[in-house]
């Protein structure tokens, strides 16, 4: 049984700097990330529970991870050496407990809700926003019981995805997989639930003009999301500028009125919205743009394209960027981060609703089929092509790349469809 | 040796190779024997003295309407309309025709003692002209006299200050025109007709028209019933123009109309193979075209078409008429026919015809995807009397390199036609319900309209329903050596080169077609029999 | 515009594109052989249009050609200054020392031209196409860089590439031989009224047998009509440097001879005062043959030999003009027929044709 470990080693953070500049997801190679004889992890406690893994995807953040690329502001909310992989499904070795408190028998197939706050570090009292079901927000990550680690995959004692061995999972990150879902549906459910908590939190109105600039994973989970869960109240109306022809063909089929390419989505939301231009920038334009892409240069043209106070919504994870913030400050702009994931308030029929963010994601998946965008899934050994594919994986037309840890020591499985060839 | 007639040529195995235009480019076609090769009459001779040719017309005016002089006096309010940068083409050498005629009249003016005089371009909602282009067709010396006193304007189809509303039509049509000229004692319009469609009410009631009033007969329907818009009587974008011409006058707003015709001598001497019968090349002529051919394939596009479009074409005047709109505009019409009319026998199943590098609306500009289509389907489809060229369910072939280009002061709202409407839907009715209104109103296109020059937001539209006829007709429509991408978005079918496309055709219309093609330019007019 | 079939022409040349293209490439040639000037004219004629010349489509009419040849080819061009200045050093620097060379002119009655003022009319005697150069190069300076030559418009003129060459190198300008053409009579007048000198070889061509033919009135028209004097000019011995129906030069000593200006009488019409060149011509002839003072007796008796030689059978007529084989005695005077063999027969034997 191997697994990918990720170590502090600074001379190969270095290395793995380097390799990138030639291709997201290059890093593996050279970088920190080593196939390892795998190790299962300790047992932590009563309320924690093995999950043996069987898809874990490849997520933007994890690739940045790789390739050495991620913002400093991480460094103490990790702890080394850990096996990568938040975006998992598994099957629970033991019986066990739900986030909900309901009794999962040993085999239920299993999602994990990978935000390590309060419960799972046995910090009481909880902190206001663990309090508040907003793990999310929690500071503890740092702190008590477990090592640092912002989410199960970043954090030393708990185990990652990206393990024949699994990982152990705290009864409040626990849920069961639906009826009818495909082990691939069940692993979009975690990056869907971010999308949704981004849809859900950007305050989006009647008629508003929205715009989702990149059609990655979460682009389009985003549209998914606004589309099941925000359109049916607002009627907005929205715009996904998307680089490659399959994300177009995948953002139209979710619900976006208009798909185009990035270098054409100025010119789509100033007619959307009727807006004049003025040194380059719209003066009306979108009500909300949904950045997921997460550079200085989207950052900016999110910016451009806002109406005065009009919001810009992170959803990918962002690095250190440079921009020019005079529109925000002269357009009254807000620029939010949507980050992980709790309790959700959602509008029904015009009645408030409260929900989990993963229940929603789940229906979410459900809706769209969402996990027809796992694309390809690579056994463990080839951890360096499978890297590569997801960091190039809108090029190749591909959405979503996971390791099937069922098939470890086989060949990588490709869609029927041939799309996404390693 | 007089001019000869338009000529329809049978290919056979001796016939040289045919000139087909690909935008700023050109090639030599071997065509199928048997097929028809249709070539314009050569050019008409000019009149000797313009001159006093159009004092004569401006004094001896015909139909119900007096002699300029008579209808000028001291204290009147004048107002000389004249037609804007999409005539003539390619732009004629100085002095344009304009400037000659303006001159003569504003001569007459001054002789009795008219001070109020205005100059309005009529664009309707074409783009404004620039100072120097204005220059070049009315000429220094009204420009210098005019402009600087901001009585030299260019109309504004959106400037709710600026327009009158004169009523509607017994169709309930609103006829809204230009405030200035539906207030003056005497409106002058100086036309140059280069096609047939050119001229008549259309000057004024479309000219100098507000958006709301152009809406009544610039749309998909009336297109549609108009065989061809060259064809005056069976056009109904002309019936909707006559009535809303007969109301102009019936308004009380006095039109002193002059319509001018051109000869076709189209291009300079230089490229003057270009109208030339391709088996009376001298060797001149084919060393000029082997040069210019071999130097525009090596040439960037940008850089080919700075030197069409500084192609001034050496056209002369070959008839002025003055007077009343209606009967000045039939005499016009039959001049235009005498230059352009070519008899033909029968249709065809396959139309070819080469598009060159310039339409009515990419003057200095870009001849985009959408003028592209406007050019072959709008404009030479329609040039023909009595039925079209191709049959119904034939095909018509084009060749054009056809390239997503646009040139973003002239046509703003094309880039987004063609990224947001022809993405959706082909289709000239669907997209006149969908999307047209927004287009129209869109306050960006409204503000490059009416301040910068850019062709105003609901163009593209029109360019597209000028489509609508042929694309009724046609089984097919195939672009030979363009853009395939960009082909396919247009709704038609992309081949690389003239055998491909006839091999296509061929399932279109059957295992052995006629096939026609349209040598032009020079402009020609097809009088199908 | 009724169809026809291919015409003969356009049939023509296209079998020739195909014998030439049959040439083909394919044969291998020699690395010299590459560019072998056969291998030139068999690429050109493989070419296609626009490379070579359109073929005619068969179903068009084929209009009658222009006529800017022959008559109707305007010369306008090679009388502009930098024309003439090309042609002057040609004249100079090439035609002259060629002539020298080939005719050995010896010139004869150059002081008949001392004081006459241009615009002249030189009109001669016609054997040879050499007859041109030579004339012009035996001219004295002030006519010879302002003198054009008539000369016949179907001959001269029929090709493009003629019509530039002819007048460029001589000045020529087309007439027509067998009548008086309206229109190159006008534009010859209106160049004598420019100041320009005019030869003309009345017999309107070559002489076909060596004797001369008929003057034919184009010169006296011409002197008459503008009021210019006519400088009778007599050549001899050129035929045999360039004779009607050969191609390569046998140089010889030719000798030219001018006469006295004649002026056209008052009232004299055209055919009377051809009539008096032909006999001047004569003259010159018979001087050249004899001595002048002979010749002018013989003028004055109305005995001077006919330029057109005797009206006997076609045989006699060149047998009295060829030289007889090992006879290069020079005879004097006419024998009892009134036939004279050639003053100067060539010194050196005939090629074997
Ligand atoms: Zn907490």
């Known amino acids: 049984m191997k697994s990918l470990v990720l170590e502090r080693n600074v001379a190969r953070f270095a290395a793995s700097r380097v390799a990138s500049l030639i291709g997201s997801g290059r890093g593996a190679g050279v970088g920190p990330l080593r196939l390892l004889d795998a190790t299962a992890p300790e047992p932590l406690g009563s309320d924690w529970f093995p999950v043996k893994v069987l898809l874990s995807g490849i997520c933007g953040s994890d690739l940045a991870t790789v390739d050495g690329r991620t913002s400093r502001y991480f460094e103490d909310m990790v702890s080394f050496p850990f096996v990568p992989g938040h975006e998992v499904v598994g099957v629970l070795e033991s019986d066990g407990v739900d986030a909900h408190g309901q009794p999962l028998v040993a085999g239920t197939r299993v999602v994990i809700e990978p935000v390590l706050g309060c419960a799972p570090r046995a910090i009481e009292p909880r902190c206001p926003h663990c309090a508040e079901e907003h793990q999310g927000l929690c500071g503890n990550i740092a702190f008590g019981r477990l090592a640092p680690g912002l989410q199960t995959g970043f954090c030393t004692d708990t185990g990652g995805g990206w393990s024949e061995a699994g990982l152990m999972a705290h009864r409040s990150q626990l849920h069961a997989v639906p009826e009818g879902f495909s082990d691939r549906d069940a692993v979009m459910v975690e990056p869907t639930a971010c999308a949704v908590h981004a849809a859900l939190s950007a305050d989006i109105h009647e008629g508003d003009t929205v715009a989702v600039l990149g059609a990655g994973t979460l682009g389009l989970a985003t549209v998914a999301a606004l589309n099941t869960l925000v359109r049916p109240e607002t009627g907005h109306s929205l715009i996904v500028g998307a680089k490659h022809p399959a994300q177009r063909q995948q953002a139209a089929r979710f619900g976006a009125d208009m798909v185009v390419p990035p270098d054409q989505l100025a010119r789509a939301v100033r007619r959307q919205s009727g807006s004049l231009v003025l040194g380059g920038r719209l003066t009306e334009g979108a009500h909300v743009v949904f950045d997921c892409v997460g550079t200085s240069e989207s950052i900016a043209e999110s910016l451009a394209l806002l109406r005065p106070r009009g919001r810009v919504v992170l959803v990918g994870m962002p690095g250190r960027v440079s921009v020019d913030l005079a529109p925000l400050w002269h357009k009254e702009l807000s620029i939010t981060g949507a980050y992980a994931y709790g309790q959700e308030t959602t509008i029904r029929s015009g009645a408030p609703r409260s929900a989990r963010t993963f229940e929603l994601a789940m229906e979410v998946v459900a809706t769209h089929h969402l996990g027809e965008l796992v694309t390809a899934s690579y056994p463990l050994e080839r951890y360096e092509e499978a890297l590569a594919h997801a960091g190039a994986a809108g090029r190749r037309g591909a959405t979503k790349i996971v390791f099937d840890l069922a098939k470890s020591g086989r060949n990588p499985s490709i869609r029927p469809d041939g799309k996404g060839t390693p | 040796m007089s001019p000869r007639p338009g000529f329809v040529l049978d290919v056979d195995s001796s016939t040289p190779p045919t000139l087909f235009w690909r935008g700023e480019r050109f090639s030599l076609e071997k065509l199928p024997e048997g097929s028809r090769v249709i070539y314009a009459p050569e050019p008409l001779e000019p009149l000797k003295d313009p001159v006093a040719a159009i004092r004569h017309a401006l004094t001896h005016p015909v139909g119900d309407q007096k002699p300029l002089p008579d209808l000028l006096f001291p204290g009147m309010k004048l107002t000389i309309a004249f037609d804007d940068i999409s005539l003539p083409l390619p732009p004629m050498e100085r002095p344009d025709i304009r400037q000659m005629v303006i001159e003569q009249v504003l001569d007459m003016a001054a002789t009795a003692g008219v001070d109020d005089v205005e100059l309005i371009v009529a664009l309707a909602l074409h783009r404004r002209m620039t100072e120097p282009e204005l220059r070049h067709a009315i000429g220094d010396r009204v420009y210098d006299a005019f402009a600087p006193n901001g009585l030299l304007t260019q109309h504004d189809a959106e400037d709710p200050d600026a327009l009158t509303h004169l009523g509607l039509t017994d169709q309930g049509e609103d006829v809204e025109i230009n405030k200035r000229a539906a207030e003056s004692d005497l409106l002058v319009y100086v036309n140059i007709n280069l096609v047939a469609m050119d001229g008549g009410h259309k000057s004024v009631a479309t000219g100098l028209a507000s958006y709301k009033s152009l809406l009544h007969h610039h749309n998909p329907a009336t297109m549609v019933a108009s065989k061809s818009f060259m064809d005056q009587h069976r056009s109904e974008l002309h019936s909707a123009n006559w009535r809303m011409g007969r109301l102009i006058k019936e308004s009380g707003v006095n039109i002193f109309q002059i319509e001018t015709t051109l000869n076709n001598d189209t291009f300079p001497e230089a490229f003057s193979f270009l109208q030339k019968r391709e088996w009376e090349w001298k060797a001149r002529d084919r060393v000029n075209y082997l040069a210019s051919a071999a130097a525009l394939n090596r040439t960037p596009p940008r850089v080919a078409r700075g030197i069409f479009h500084n192609i001034k074409a050496p056209h002369r005047m070959t008839s002025v008429q003055a007077g009343e709109v209606e009967a000045v505009h039939k005499i016009t019409t039959e001049n235009v026919w005498a230059q352009q009319g070519v008899e033909v026998e029968g249709q065809t199943d396959i139309l070819t015809m080469g598009l060159p590098y310039i339409s009515p609306y990419n003057v200095n500009s870009i001849l985009n995807p959408i003028l592209v289509a406007c050019l072959g389907l709008g404009y030479f489809f329609n040039l023909y009397r009595g039925k079209p060229l191709v049959r119904e369910g034939g095909v018509l072939i084009m060749t054009h390199p056809t390239t997503p280009d646009f040139n973003p002061v002239h046509h703003p709202s094309y880039i987004d036609f063609f990224e947001q409407v022809l993405t959706e839907t082909t289709d000239p009715v669907v997209m006149s319900e969908q999307f047209e209104e927004a287009f129209a109103t869109d306050p960006w296109y409204r503000h490059l309209y009416r301040t910068g020059h850019a062709y105003h937001g609901v163009h593209p539209f029109y360019m597209w329903y000028w489509c609508a006829h042929a694309l009724n007709h046609l089984g097919a429509v195939i672009i030979v050596g363009g853009d395939a991408k960009t082909v396919h978005r247009l709704g038609f079918r992309s081949a690389t080169t003239l055998t491909d496309a006839l091999e296509m055709a061929r399932d279109v219309v059957g295992p052995s077609p006629s096939l026609t093609h349209i040598h032009t330019p020079p402009i020609l007019m097809a009088d199908v029999k | ?353």
């Open chain 3, 1 to 353: 515009m009724s169809p026809t079939k291919g015409t003969a022409n356009s049939l023509r040349s296209r079998r020739a594109v195909r014998e030439e293209s049959a040439l083909g490439f394919g044969d291998g040639p020699g690395p010299l052989e590459r560019f072998s000037p056969r291998r030139l004219t068999t690429w050109v004629g493989r070419q296609r249009f626009p490379l070579a010349a359109p073929t005619w489509p068969g179903t068009v009419v084929r209009p009658a050609p222009k006529h800017t040849l022959g008559v109707d080819y305007d010369t306008a061009w090679s009388r502009r200054y930098p024309v003439r200045l090309a042609r002057a050093v040609v004249l100079d620097n090439i035609t002259r020392p060629l002539a020298r060379v080939v005719a050995s002119p010896e010139i004869r009655g150059e002081d008949a031209l001392v004081g006459l003022e241009a615009p002249v009319i030189f009109a001669a005697n016609h054997a040879s196409h050499l007859d041109t150069p030579l004339l012009l190069s035996c001219l004295p300076n002030r006519f010879r860089h302002r003198t054009i030559v008539a000369a016949a418009a179907d001959y001269f003129f029929d090709r493009r590439w003629k019509a530039i060459a002819w007048s460029f190198f001589l000045a020529a300008i087309p007439i027509e031989r067998a009548k008086v053409n309206r229109r190159s009579a006008a534009v010859a007048a209106e160049l004598l009224e420019d100041e320009w000198n005019l030869v003309i070889f009345p017999e309107g061509g070559r002489s076909p047998d060596g004797w001369a033919q008929p003057f034919r009135g184009g010169a006296a028209y011409l002197a008459v009509r503008t009021g210019r004097p006519v400088v009778p000019v007599h050549l001899a011995n050129t035929r045999h440097i360039l004779p009607k129906g050969r191609t390569a030069l046998r140089p010889t000593h030719t000798t030219v001879t001018f006469g006295q200006p004649l002026w056209p009488g008052e009232g004299e019409d055209s055919r009377k005062f051809s009539l008096r060149i032909e006999a001047a011509v004569a003259v010159l002839a018979n001087e050249e043959t004899t001595d002048w003072w002979t010749a002018r007796k013989a003028a004055a008796d109305g005995t001077t030999p006919s330029l057109q030689g005797p009206d006997v059978a076609t045989w006699r007529r060149s047998w009295a003009l060829e030289p007889h084989p090992g006879d290069r005695v020079e005879t004097t005077g006419p024998n009892e027929d009134g036939l004279k063999p050639d003053s100067r027969r060539p010194t050196w034997p005939k090629r074997p044709s």
